[in-house]
């Protein structure tokens, strides 16, 4: 299911815990397979729980209980705009509307091309930048007015076509 090298990252991520701990790496080793294999599946997970001596319902717990684990398929960009109530107060539903609009989706859907999944996430910590996304888990973007939501959007598109 996952590479000889993923192995070896996990091994790598157990040792930084006493033996006795090693569950301590349930987070680090879903990231590995998540970047191995794009998502963490219910086989992947069974797979953690068994390297790391856990129940299986532990690691699911951990799956999904954080935004950043992708349990299916996801597009290339994942975009996660922020609807908690104070972004909600500062347009965050309305930008994530305008970016189903733009998209032609819902949130929770991909794009037919299988380039953008939009979904929408709990507080980022960014309250007095709302509108705020993520972009792959990696980048935030703040004050994303409708404007500076198409201006991402061409941007990636652009970045894919040349």
């Known amino acids: 299911m996952i590479s000889e090298q993923a192995r070896m ?11 006795n701990a090693k569950q301590s790496a349930v987070m680090a080793c879903l990231t590995i397979v998540q970047e191995e294999l794009g998502f963490i599946s219910a086989e992947s997970e069974r797979m953690v729980a068994e390297y790391l001596d856990m129940a299986p319902i532990a690691v699911h717990e951990v799956t999904t209980f954080y935004n950043m684990y992708n349990q299916h ?8 705009i922020c609807t908690n109530l104070p972004c909600q107060l500062r347009d965050g539903v309305k930008a994530l509307r305008h970016l ?5 989706i819902s949130m929770g859907e991909t794009t037919a091309d299988g380039m953008f999944t939009l979904q929408q996430s709990e507080c980022m ?3 007095a930048d709302s509108p705020v996304m993520l972009v792959n888990d990696l980048t ?3 004050f994303m007015s409708n404007e500076k ?3 991402l959007i061409a941007g990636l598109q652009s970045v894919e076509t040349k």
Do not use: I, T
């Open 73 to 80: 398929p996801v597009g290339k960009y994942k975009l996660n």
């Open 125 to 127: 910590g960014a309250c």
């Open 149 to 151: 939501l198409d201006q």
């Open 9 to 19: 990252r996990f091994d790598r991520e157990v040792a930084k815990y006493p033996a």
């Open 140 to 142: 935030m973007c703040s």
């Open 100 to 104: 189903e609009h733009k998209l032609g």
